[in-house]
C-alpha cells in the first residue's frame, strides 16, 4: 500500500513540474524570472508576457491537466464496465455526437466562433452548446437503453452503432458545406487544450471537478463490478443503475471536454492502462486516483509537445496523442493475457 501511495505521490509531483513548465516554455520566450513575478502579481519588463502568462499559458495548463484526468478516468470507467481493453470515451458515441452538433454549426457559419454567436471568451458559445447538446443527445439515449438491455455487451454494440450513425450525418453536412467552412471544422477537430479562455475557465473547471468527485464515489461498484455482475449483484450491488451511474459520468466527462477541447484522442483509452501497469494493481481503490492523476500528466505532457521548438508554431493536439498513446494499446493487444480484462 505504502508503494502504491508513493507512486501517486510522485505523479502529483511530476503534475507540478510539467504544470510550471507549460507556464515556463512556449512560442514566445519569457524568463522564467518574469513568469514567477507574474504569477505573483509584480511587474515586469513587457505588459505583454503577463498577458500571455495569466490569459493563454495557465488556462491551457489548467485546461489540459482537467481534460486529462477527465478523459482517463472515463476510460477506465468504460473499460471496467464492459470488461474491454479498447473501451474507451469515444466508443459510446459521445464524442461523435459532440462532433455532429459542433458541425451543423461550424460547416453553416465557417467561424469557430459561430457567424452571429456570442462569443465567450474567444471560442463561439454556439459552438460550445451544440457540442455539449449533441454529446448529451447521445448520452441520453445511451443511458436509456441501459436500462433496457440487459447485456453490458449490447449496451457497447449499440454505443458503437450511435457513432456510426454520427459519423454518417456529419459525412453528409461534410458532402452540401462550403470548402472555407470544412476547414473550420477541421481544425477544431484536431482538439486543443487552448481553446478554453480565463472567462470560461471557472466554468470548465468546476463542472469537471464535480464529475470527477462523482466518479471517485463509484469506485467500490467498480471494484465488484471486476469480479462479474453475478457477483456484485449477490454482494448487493444493483448492477443496472450502477451501470446507468457509470455511463452517466463518463458521457458527462467527455462531452464537457469534447465540447470545449474538440474529440481528444487515445488519452482516455491509453492511461488506464498505462496506470495499471505502473501500479500492478486493478484494484480500483488506487488505480482510479493514479489512472486521475497520470491523465493530468500525460495531457500537460502533450500538450507540452505541441509547442515546435524556436517559435516556429504548434502541432495539432491529436497529432501528439497518438505518439504516447498508440504504442500503449500496441503493447497492451500483445500482452493481452497480463491485462486485468483477460485473467
Not at 29 to 41: F, K
Amino acid at each position: 500500500m505504502k508503494s502504491k501511495s508513493l507512486i501517486c505521490y510522485s505523479i502529483a509531483l511530476f503534475i507540478i513540474l510539467l504544470f510550471l513548465c507549460n507556464l515556463l516554455y512556449g512560442s514566445v520566450s519569457i524568463p522564467a524570472q518574469a513568469v514567477m513575478d507574474i504569477l505573483l502579481g509584480r511587474d515586469v519588463e513587457r505588459s505583454s508576457w503577463t498577458g500571455i502568462v495569466l490569459q493563454s499559458r495557465l488556462p491551457q495548463a489548467t485546461t489540459a491537466l482537467l481534460a486529462g484526468s477527465s478523459l482517463a478516468v472515463s476510460g477506465l470507467m468504460l473499460q471496467t464496465l464492459f470488461r474491454n481493453p479498447l473501451a474507451g470515451p469515444g466508443i459510446l458515441g459521445v464524442s461523435n455526437g459532440a462532433s455532429l452538433g459542433v458541425a451543423i454549426v461550424l460547416l453553416y457559419s465557417g467561424n469557430v466562433s459561430g457567424s452571429g454567436s456570442v462569443v465567450w471568451g474567444g471560442v463561439g458559445l454556439s459552438t460550445i452548446l451544440a457540442a455539449f447538446l449533441g454529446a448529451l443527445a447521445i448520452l441520453s439515449l445511451i443511458v436509456y437503453l441501459s436500462a433496457r438491455l440487459k447485456s453490458n455487451m449490447l449496451v457497447l454494440i449499440v454505443g458503437m452503432m450511435m457513432g456510426y450513425l454520427t459519423a454518417s450525418g456529419i459525412s453528409i453536412l461534410n458532402a452540401f458545406a462550403a470548402s472555407e467552412n470544412i476547414r473550420s471544422y477541421v481544425l477544431w477537430g484536431l482538439g486543443s487544450f487552448s481553446s478554453v479562455s480565463y472567462k470560461q475557465l471557472p466554468f470548465y473547471s468546476l463542472t469537471l471537478l464535480l464529475g470527477l468527485l462523482a466518479s471517485l464515489l463509484l469506485i467500490k461498484p467498480l471494484n465488484l463490478l471486476l469480479l462479474g455482475e453475478n457477483y456484485a449483484a449477490n454482494l448487493g450491488i444493483n448492477v443496472k443503475r450502477a451501470r446507468i451511474q457509470i455511463l452517466a459520468v463518463a458521457g458527462f466527462l467527455t462531452a464537457i471536454v469534447t465540447a470545449f477541447c474538440g474529440p481528444v484522442t487515445f488519452i482516455g483509452l491509453a492511461v488506464p492502462h498505462v496506470a495499471q501497469m505502473v501500479l500492478g494493481t486493478s484494484n480500483q481503490q488506487f488505480l482510479a486516483p493514479a489512472t486521475l492523476l497520470s491523465g493530468a500528466a500525460i495531457a500537460l505532457l502533450c500538450n507540452l509537445l505541441t509547442i515546435l521548438p524556436f517559435g516556429n508554431g504548434l502541432l495539432p493536439l491529436n497529432a501528439v496523442t497518438p505518439l504516447l498513446g498508440a504504442p500503449v494499446i500496441i503493447y497492451v493487444v500483445l500482452n493481452r493475457k497480463n491485462t486485468r480484462y483477460f485473467n
